[in-house]
C-alpha cells in the first residue's frame, strides 16, 4: 500500500541547476498538490492539479512549474534553482478537492540549494 | 480570502498535563475543518476532520475538536498528553466548493517526560 510516494528524498543543487521532483499515487486520486514547508510559515501550496492534463497557480507559485501528464503523476519542477527555494516539498492528494474526503500527503523531499 | 491562525507556535508541556490548542479560520459560509499531525521526521497525518453534524469530533489517538461557528474557531483538545504526542500540529480549512486545503502556520508541541 504504497500511497503517495516522492522521489528523490534529498537533494543539494547549485544555484542556477534545474531539477524535477516527481510525485506519484496508487489511489486512484483526481486532486494533487505541491506544498512547501519552511519553518514558521506551516505548508504553503504551490501548485494544485485538479485532474490529468490540468494544473493551477497555488499561493507561491513564482519560480516552479508542474505537469500533469499521468493522472498518477505529478511532478514540480524547478527552471533556475535559487537559494530561496531551499525547503521540504510535500506532495499529497486527495479524491476530490472541496468534499470531506482529507489530503494524503508523501513523505517529502528536503531540498538544499547552495 | 479565506486564513487559518494557529494562536500558539510553540507549546510545553509535562505529561499527563490537558492540551488544546487553538485555531481560527475566516469565511462565513461552509466550511471543512481538519487537524494534522506531522512526527518529527515524518509527513503530516490526518488527526480529525470536520464536516457536519456534531460539533465535538473524536479523533485517533485521544484527541478530540470542537466547532465552534460563532467564534470560527476549531480547538484541538486533549485530556491528558503522552511523550508520545511530541509533534507539530496543523489545523486546516477547506471553504465552501474550492479546490484548496489552507492551512495554518502550525503549532509545535513539546511534552516534556
Known amino acids: 500500500n504504497a500511497g503517495v510516494t516522492q522521489t528523490p528524498k534529498f537533494r543539494v543543487l547549485k544555484t542556477g541547476q534545474s531539477m524535477t521532483l516527481l510525485c506519484a499515487q496508487d489511489m486512484n486520486h483526481e486532486y494533487m498538490y505541491w506544498y512547501r514547508q519552511d519553518p514558521g510559515m506551516g505548508l504553503r501550496l504551490i501548485h494544485y492539479s485538479v485532474g490529468e492534463g490540468t494544473t493551477a497557480k497555488g499561493e507561491v507559485p513564482d519560480g516552479y512549474n508542474v505537469s500533469r501528464l499521468k493522472k498518477q503523476n505529478f511532478l514540480l519542477g524547478l527552471e533556475s534553482a535559487a537559494p530561496s527555494q531551499t525547503s521540504v516539498y510535500f506532495c499529497?492528494?486527495?479524491?476530490?478537492?472541496?468534499?470531506?474526503?482529507?489530503?494524503?500527503f508523501g513523505d517529502g523531499t528536503r531540498l538544499s540549494i547552495l | 480570502a479565506q486564513s487559518v491562525s494557529q494562536h500558539n507556535h510553540h507549546v510545553i508541556l509535562s505529561e499527563a498535563a490537558s492540551l488544546e490548542l487553538g485555531c481560527n479560520y475566516s469565511?462565513?459560509?461552509?466550511?471543512?475543518l481538519f487537524w494534522y499531525v506531522q512526527y518529527p521526521g515524518q509527513h503530516l497525518q490526518l488527526l480529525l476532520k470536520y464536516f457536519s453534524g456534531d460539533p465535538l469530533v473524536k479523533g485517533i489517538k485521544g484527541f478530540e475538536a470542537e466547532f465552534i461557528k460563532s467564534k470560527f474557531s476549531f480547538n484541538l483538545r486533549k485530556p491528558s498528553v503522552q511523550w508520545s504526542d511530541t509533534a507539530e500540529y496543523f489545523c486546516a480549512v477547506n471553504a465552501g466548493r474550492d479546490d484548496k486545503i489552507i492551512f495554518g502556520k502550525g503549532t509545535r508541541l513539546h511534552i516534556l517526560p
Open positions: 469565511y462565513g459560509g461552509t466550511v471543512n
Open positions: 499529497a492528494s486527495s479524491y476530490l478537492g472541496y468534499s470531506n474526503q482529507p489530503q494524503h
